[in-house]
């Protein structure tokens, strides 16, 4: 693995990620698609919200992608009584230099997890805001760099009210994407109570990559080209979620920056140099759906953010290729 800093190509992006994958779903049996938004997420260099009921591998899911790579892990348990400093770091007096001395938190790593990140006050959950979109820490005053690659990989459980904080719009809108992993289907609960009951898989896994080569990957995925047609379709999608009666709160500038390079990312993962309106479909919902704050009407009709995002995507005319638009 070179540490020259020339991007990586397609093929070895390619079979880099898919010894990762592999990886990922000896834990994580019979979800393919969840995995593949998590390593589209880590191709983008996003955050990523696993948003979930207890007990389907939302943690595991988290701990698995973070073996995988041969970096800095920190993991971050979420607690009602969890400060700001606990996160971030903090600064002590040194008694024989006469100063004071930081000492790094635990976002000070490559990739960290944050379990059950909505037990947290409001005001700890703050203290990610920072990092998560400008990589980097302030604390009295004085800004420290965080190390690239730099992925926070989050989650909740939605259902759960007891205890709890809801996240704010601004964090939510920092994680390029959400995915709800859901319940296996019965062959692969069965694979799972086969495989697992015995023995946990997670202490067996190995890193099949690093952060130098996840570097290479990022900056591949960053080279992968996008026409102007398929621009102007990404920014017609986000605006359309603005427009839509039923949303109050549509997507942001931020969220069409994400969808651009969760496109990218997307179109690295199925070996192409380029993007196609159908990357963009692909992601749309990870993307958008954790974005948009429905109306109490939407809530009443029983819509879901998803079925909105879908609607839209519905009703954007799609470029082709000649430069005319199909609905």
Known sequence: MSGNGRPASLAELHDTVSRIAGNVERVLVGKPDVVRIALVTLLAEGHLLVEDVPGVGKTSLAKALARSIDCTVSRVQFTPDLLPSDVTGVSIYNRQTGGFEFRPGPVFANIVVG???????????????????????????????????????????PIEMEGTYALPEAQRDRFTARVSIGYPDPQAELAMVDEHSGHNPLADLRPVSDADTVRRLIHTTRMVHMAPEVRQYAVEIASATRQVPEIRLGASPRATLQLVRAARAQAALSGREYVVPDDLHSVAVPVLAHRLVLTTEAHAARRSATDLVHAVLHRVPVPQANGQARR
């Open 115 to 157: 379990d059950e990140i909505n037990r947290a006050s409001p005001k700890t959950q703050s203290a990610l805001l920072e990092c998560m979109e400008e990589h980097q820490v302030t604390v009295d005053t004085s800004t420290y760099q965080l190390d690239s690659p730099f992925m926070v990989i989050a989650t909740q459980n």
